[in-house]
């Protein structure tokens, strides 16, 4: 797994300050307060329900705050802001019945281009994204890593200072989150913010330059993916023991080579030094109580469930 | 599950769907009603042949296809709302740096432009036909009335599809509610009998209705020999401008009615 230096910031792309926001009587924002500096690629990292989408809708002004202060691009979020932001929504968002062509045609209209600069910039975002000899194809004629190559080319199109992107590879294939992400990676070197809410745990630590860890529609923790994961030991064990106790935790934090410890019924989760002398030794301490053992190499969602409590994988993380 | 099962399940499914839409409900009750009473008594007491020019129907139905190619043209086009949202551009459009209403004034526009063509596409056919006697009584004038007619009678029914577009969640409630109100408003406008001899109660609710200008604008524009029996340009265009551009405001500032 590597990570990116990050790159030197002017100050901030977005500010968001005690936002709180809720569809009806569910919390999906809870006086949320989070700085995103200019030029990094940001993570929202959450699972379902957290919060993340909200959040990025409230960056592009599509929703009001019932609390707090939204600051973008230096400006409270407004209609004419939108020239300065790109957004990328979770779901498709294409009229099949268009052309490719057809389709980066109207965006750049509604984004104030036309003329030669308009075609010659199309021309050159469908090469970029791999769809040049797809122009004149109606949409409904591509396959799925080919529409969101399409919708990111749209995102760009207008040539954004702050990019948002709702879960932008949910459903790819290897290749085409990585020929995706060369784009976006492309964008940002040229000087574009980069927002991406995103439960890909993956995504997270390879792509983003600062994570925010998202719960229930607030601030975890943020910082970037090493800080986040400072204090991890190499091996996460993720233990099903549904009788596990209190006590036996203050047990096993006494044994060589265990760091921290986070237990959420009826999950025991242990970053450890070796996960291969730890096992065993819990089999024996434990006996028949567990139900099942994951092992693997600590990444973000350990730091995530150290912090919250609870599973990236669990929905619902919105009040 | 077994198949009878399976197609009782799906058959429950869609009448809880049906009546938990109202609007789908009661159109699909409500509108042959008013097919009986309105067209019924229309053709019973309006509909003589000797009662139009030389008794020559086709001619006197040329404004009444035009205004229903309008009023068809208007309601597709106003359901592509449907079909935006549906498939997720409309989302896209409203996230661009302009407001609602700009999005919306684009889409009624298109409509107004597509009805409109089309209206006057059935005109220039019906006029290219020579068993069609169209009298344009006032020349040139009269050609420019009958595009103006069209133009406004299209600004009218997009300016009513978008609100209606606004409060009805279903692209099938949408139709539903469309064909309930704009086929009687058609049916009595003088689109396809003359208004003069019907009875009181049916030519008071056609006087109420904006439609019946717009077809007697074409009426006379291409039709008529005088304006003998008719309402009058004045009249009509007083009436027909003032609700079409209330009906296209009031369609262009609602509320999307959705939220990206």
Known sequence: MTTRAAPPTTGLAASIREVSFAYGERLALDGLTLEVPSGVVFGLLG?????????LSHLAGLRQPSAGEVRVLGQPPSTPLRARIGLLFQETSLDLLMTVGETLWLHGRLFGLGGRALQERIAALLESVGLAERARSPVSTLSGGMKRRLELARVLLPSPELILLDEPTTGLDPDAEAALWARLLEANRAGATVVLATNKVNEAERHCDRVALIHRGRLAAEGAPAELKAGLKRDAVWVEWPGFTPALAEELRAWKGVGRLTWAQPTLHATVDDASAFVPRLFQAAGDGIRAVRIRESTLEDAYFDIVGASLADGEGAR | MSTAAACAALLQRDVR????????????MLFPLMLLAILGTGVSEGLDPTLVRDGDYASFLVPGAIAMTVLFS???SSASYYQ?????LLRVLL????????????KALAGVTIGGVQGLAVLAVAAAIPSIDLEWQYGPAGVV???AGVLLLALLLNGFAQVVAARIRTMQGFHLVMNLVLFPLLFFSGAFFPLQHLPGWLKALAYANPITYAVDILHLA????????YIGLPADFAVLVSLALAAFL???????????
Do not use: M
């Open chain 2, 145 to 147: 009335a009958a595009v």
């Open chain 1, 47 to 55: 699972p379902n329900g957290s919060g993340k989408s909200t959040l």
């Open chain 2, 222 to 229: 291409v039709y008529a020999e005088n304006s003998g029996g």
């Open chain 2, 74 to 76: 208007s309601t597709f």
């Open chain 2, 17 to 28: 769907a049906v009546l938990r839409s109202r609007s789908q409900l009661y159109s699909s």
């Open chain 2, 250 to 260: 009031w369609g262009i500032g609602r509320r999307t009615g959705y939220q990206p």
């Open chain 2, 95 to 106: 996230a661009s740096p302009h407001e609602p209403r700009v999005i919306l004034l684009g």
């Open chain 2, 84 to 88: 935006d949202r549906d498939c997720g």
